[in-house]
């Protein structure tokens, strides 16, 4: 059973304020933040504005914090004196969601811990708690804010806690079937980590059975990978609206499917969000870096990187073949005296842009006219 009021993946710390434009199409209005963390976890959505009568209710809202580790979770409610202790399994997962009933503790943050954290999560979810899923650079953030010191596991529970109840209240449902299949799609981002690695390896080895060796491994890989893409496509379109999705973004020159897997699992909120949100979320959006008199360079940073590195992978070739219209793009920004890289970091953002607004539309992609 999911739990009421959490978002699917947003970046933590992104906080945004839904709007209606007059087309009836969301927009909004967006504060970026630098996560980086990987791209399974459930982030949340935030507001950018105050509240009102939202806001109080959340304030009163009991809030309770937990410190992730392999073994142990150290839980603390805030503005109280509880504290507890449990095992990080099953029969402690019980225990916690009793006690936290018994706190009357209806909303939790967890810090990221490697994915120690992803059972009792999923377990909490599922008994109807809200669960915040923070980022380290976050916690650690709101530490310093509070000259916080000291550090222990009992101190960090308190201090996720405080930072949990400071938090604006998630707004949209996270989709369990794509945390499932956002493993399976590490899975495949890790085989092909493993691939690349070999092919550089490849190029410092001379002796012939070494190298025989080294080139199976890489063909067993790439079958893999092939047999991996498949599984997940199959998995993805066995769900209606999630195969409406796909195609819509299949439908665009230069993304394949290996690109609209990752599109669609790491970013649930495509289709939902702005062109400018969307950017910024994907890491892709450039920042001013602007003081008094200093007018900075412009640059990209934070953001979900699995899903960045996966759109500057099909924006190369787009770019350079499939896409007239980034074709187009990548020409005039050379011709204007951009980069390569910086040319190749629109055209990226331009893909995910396209992507967006097919699946808002709900229109596949049309060729203009020359």
């Known amino acids: 059973m999911a739990c009421r009021g959490h978002n699917p993946r947003q970046a933590a710390g992104d906080r945004i304020e839904p709007t209606q434009s007059s087309l009836r199409l969301p927009r909004s209005v967006i504060v970026v933040s630098t996560f980086t963390g990987p791209g399974w976890l459930p982030e949340q959505l935030g507001s950018l504005h105050k509240a009102g009568s939202t806001k109080m209710t959340q304030t009163n809202m009991t809030t309770a914090g937990i410190d992730t580790s392999k073994a142990k979770l150290d839980v603390a409610v805030h503005g109280r004196t509880e504290r507890w202790q449990v095992a990080n399994g099953l029969p402690g997962w019980r225990a916690l969601a009793a006690n936290l009933v018994k706190a009357g503790a209806i909303r939790v943050g967890i810090e990221a811990t490697g994915g120690y954290e992803r059972g009792v999560v999923d377990y909490l979810r599922a008994a109807g708690f809200i669960v915040l899923v923070l980022q380290p650079s976050q916690v650690k953030a709101f530490g310093r804010i509070r000259l916080r010191r000291a550090k222990n596991d009992a101190l960090d529970a308190e201090l996720i806690a405080a930072c949990t109840a400071a938090l604006d209240q998630p707004k949209i449902l996270p989709d369990p079937r794509l945390t499932e299949l956002a493993g399976y799609l590490t899975f495949l981002e890790q085989t092909e980590e493993d691939i690349a690695r070999l092919k550089t390896r490849l190029e410092h080895i001379d002796e012939p059975e070494l190298r025989r060796i080294a080139n199976s491994d890489i063909t067993r890989l790439k079958t893999r990978r092939t047999a991996q893409i498949r599984n997940i496509a199959k998995r993805l379109r066995a769900h209606g609206d999630l195969d409406r999705r796909f195609d819509l973004v299949l439908s665009i020159p230069g993304i ?59 924006a190369l070739p787009a770019a350079y073949r499939w896409n007239k219209a980034l074709i187009a793009l990548y020409a005039r920004l050379k011709a204007r005296g951009k980069a390569h890289n910086a040319a190749l970091i629109a055209c990226a953002r331009k893909l995910l842009i396209y992507a967006n607004t097919v699946v808002q539309r709900g229109t596949p992609w049309t060729e203009k006219a020359a």
Do not use: C, Y
């Not at 699992?265 to 959006?285: D, F, K, N, T, W």
């Open 256 to 314: 394949g499917e290996r690109t609209a897997l990752a599109l669609l699992i790491r970013m649930p909120e495509l289709g939902q969000v702005s062109r400018e949100e969307a950017a910024a979320l994907a890491g892709l959006a450039p920042f001013d870096n602007d003081s008094g008199q200093h007018k900075g360079q412009r640059r990209i940073a934070g953001g979900r990187g699995r899903l960045r590195r996966s759109l500057f992978a099909a």
